[in-house]
């Protein structure tokens, strides 16, 4: 009995973490202030059909090796470069109506003599819960209430003298994938960076048969960034279709996007036998 109520509140969970994050769209999914820019803004747009209430709060977090974030206590940020510091957001807690729009105005505040360093904090929104108990229902003789609070959040990120990061590729490992239908091999790219600043692309993967001239892209992955305090991120890069030759040369290129656009942060060809 217990495992069945377990189950099902395990479902309901899921369900209603998949409606909040697909209800409230959120752009743009990064803010980058440049050496000029005072204000940013932020849309906010509930796609549901039934009204909900978001708070907004800055959260201060740690990148992890391959692009996830560890929430940091209060003690862990003393002396950390915060945007949180320098900025302020307006308003802090919305109510949308189905279809409505909110604009999150972002004004950042540099001082005369700031650091050099990347300043980030990151945005947080998070989902009231509603004001109707609609999930309070008996399962089995028992009474149960559900009242989850879920969020979203975007980085925010100001830098004082940027310089670009050095990137290094250190690894390049491709797993064969036999078992999956619709996926020939993973390609594990681990980058190696040195630098207190952010990097802002997409990597790529090409290969090139040894009976051929030219290379042909195979397996892309975007928004991959890499934030000043992260010293490695380890990309997994999915190549869908089998190549007619197990041998030739694989290219793996880290290049720039949005404002990094035309840039290429690391190169690097290898000799692969499949």
Same mark, same amino acid.
């Given at each position: 009995?217990?495992?069945? =109520? ?36 932020? %849309? ?49 807690? =919305? ?122 892209? %195979? ?20 190549? =869908? ?34």
């Amino acid at each position: 009995m217990k495992t069945a =109520v377990n189950i099902l509140l395990v479902g309901i969970l899921l369900s209603f973490f998949t409606s909040v994050q697909a209800n409230l769209l959120v752009t743009p999914k990064r803010i980058v202030f440049d050496e000029r820019d005072r204000t940013h803004q932020v %849309v906010l747009i509930n796609a549901s059909t039934q009204a909900r209430s978001y708070r907004l709060e800055w959260a201060e977090q740690q990148q992890l090796d391959g692009g996830a974030y560890r929430l940091l206590k209060d003690e862990e940020t003393i002396g950390r470069k915060k945007a949180s510091d320098i900025m302020r957001f307006s308003p802090r807690q =919305v109510r949308l109506g189905p279809g409505e729009r909110q604009i999150v105005k972002i004004l950042a505040r540099r001082g005369a003599n700031m650091a050099p360093g990347e300043y980030r904090s990151h945005l947080l929104f998070s989902a009231l819960p509603p004001e109707k108990k609609a999930n309070n229902e008996a399962v089995d003789g028992m009474k149960m209430e559900l009242n989850v609070l879920v969020s979203y959040s975007i980085p925010v990120i100001l830098n004082v003298n940027y310089k670009t990061p050095q990137i290094l590729i250190a690894d390049v490992t491709v797993n064969e994938q036999p078992e999956k239908e619709n996926k020939f091999a993973d390609i594990i790219v681990k980058l190696n960076k040195s630098g207190n600043y952010f990097t802002y692309g997409k990597v790529k993967a090409y290969f090139k048969a040894e009976n051929q001239d030219s290379f042909k892209e %195979v397996a892309l992955l975007n928004g991959v960034s890499i934030y000043g305090e992260a010293n490695t991120y380890t990309a997994n890069l999915t190549w =869908v279709e089998a190549p007619d030759a197990r041998r030739g040369e694989l290219k793996i290129r880290y290049e720039g996007d949005a404002e990094f656009s035309g840039k290429t942060f690391a190169e690097q060809v290898i000799s692969i036998s499949l």
